[in-house]
Nanobody, 124 residues
Framework: QVQLVESGGGLVQAGGSLRLSCAAS????????MGWFRQAPGKEREFVAGISWAGGNKYGSDSVKGRFTISRDNAKNTVYLQMNSLKPEDTAVYYCAARSGTVVVTPAVDYDSWGQGTQVTVSS
């Protein structure tokens, strides 16, 4: 497994931006698909975005497309989630996840390594 540590969450006003980071350590990071998920109170964990080691990416719901950007720096073993034009409905705990392989998939059960999560709160 890969050990993952998220950072960058916090409180921001609607319309603001945050950049989440996820540092990976452990087994070879290059061959892992990295994903970001979020979970709001009372809701299921939701796929936000994922990126393969080669940089191919996929985004979840239409609500984040065009506002969120996932990227990775393999030299730093780090994946990022740039979140712009944040809305109150983006409020959630954001989790970084990893799965071995080359294909970005959306189900949370297909990811075998998880970070501890970072809280993002967007005020109106």
């Amino acid at each position: 497994q890969v050990q993952l540590v998220e950072s960058g969450g916090g409180l921001v006003q609607a319309g603001g931006s945050l950049r989440l980071s996820c540092a990976a350590s452990g087994r070879s990071y290059d061959y892992y698909v990295m994903g970001w998920f979020r979970q709001a109170p009372g809701k299921e964990r939701e796929f936000v975005a994922g990126i393969s080691w080669a940089g191919g990416n996929k985004y979840g719901s239409d609500s984040v497309k065009g506002r969120f950007t996932i990227s990775r720096d393999n030299a730093k073993n780090t994946v990022y989630l740039q979140m712009n034009s944040l809305k109150p409905e983006d409020t959630a705990v954001y989790y970084c996840a990893a799965r071995s392989g080359t294909v970005v998939v959306t189900p949370a059960v297909d990811y075998d390594s998880w970070g501890q999560g970072t809280q993002v709160t967007v005020s109106s």
